[in-house]
């Protein structure tokens, strides 16, 4: 599987012929280096409704026909919206789509859009496990540190762990350490960081916490791609 880091919390996995976006946060992050008309999607995974995630969802939904996978209110959100194709899931829920395996799995945050008179909720945030090509990864969303994601590495071998390390909205650098220690997986890699001031964090810091910890950690740039190793 190839990883393409696109800045924030997104990620396009690639495997198998196929492509996947998760939380595709292109045209409002200004540290992204590609423009959503630029993606080639055959699936958009959405962790949770905040505007930081959803980003471009429903342009490249449009624009390629990709099916938007998400928990089920935000689906039906996204539907209204105008994404042709919408699937709509919940905790503990798996399904086998075109572009490979999704499992979604609980995350601790909170998950909503702006409204005109104020937040519109849409559900519960997740994490969703993805399967291409019998690589998986773990995108975790926005959550805090929880002792079930234990389970989640028991329950699953995860070959890569996406995690937030941003703080203040999200699980910082040291709790996302532990969060790696609780899943065990092959690779952790860091993400929801030095898009704005309130969530700057060095991950190289990072990383060297994780490594101490016995945890393997590649640090993506923005733009950057890597390639699963087997
Ligand atoms: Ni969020
Ligand atoms: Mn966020």
Excluded at 151 to 179: F, K, Q, S
Excluded at 188 to 215: C, K, S, W
Aim: aromatic share 8%; hydrophobic share 40%.
């Amino acid at each position: 599987m190839r990883i393409r880091y696109l800045g924030h919390s997104a990620f396009v996995l690639e495997a198998g012929g196929k492509r996947v976006v998760v939380d595709p946060f292109l045209s409002g992050n200004p540290r992204c280096p590609v423009k959503p008309e630029e993606l080639d999607v055959d699936g958009i995974v959405l962790t949770h409704g905040h505007a930081d995630h959803v980003g471009d969802a429903v342009a490249i939904a449009k624009r390629t026909g990709a099916i938007i996978v998400a928990p089920v209110e935000l689906a039906g959100y996204m539907a209204g919206q105008g994404a042709p194709s919408v699937h709509g899931m919940n905790f503990g829920g798996s399904r086998q789509f075109d572009f490979g395996h999704v499992k979604m799995v609980p995350a601790w945050h909170s998950s909503s859009l702006d409204g005109p008179t104020g937040p519109i909720y849409l559900g519960n945030p997740a994490g969703f496990l993805i399967t291409m090509e019998g690589v998986t990864v773990y995108h975790a969303g926005d959550t805090s540190l929880f002792g079930d994601m234990e389970l989640i590495g028991r329950r699953h071998r995860i070959d890569v762990a996406l995690l937030p390390i941003g703080d203040n909205y999200t699980m910082g650098p040291e709790d996302a350490v532990y969060a790696a220690e609780l899943i065990k997986p092959r690779y952790v890699i860091p993400m929801h960081y030095g898009t704005f001031p309130v969530i700057e964090q060095d991950p190289n810091a990072f990383a060297r916490l994780a490594e101490a910890a016995g945890v393997k950690c590649q640090v993506l740039a923005p733009g950057q791609e890597w390639v699963v190793p087997a």
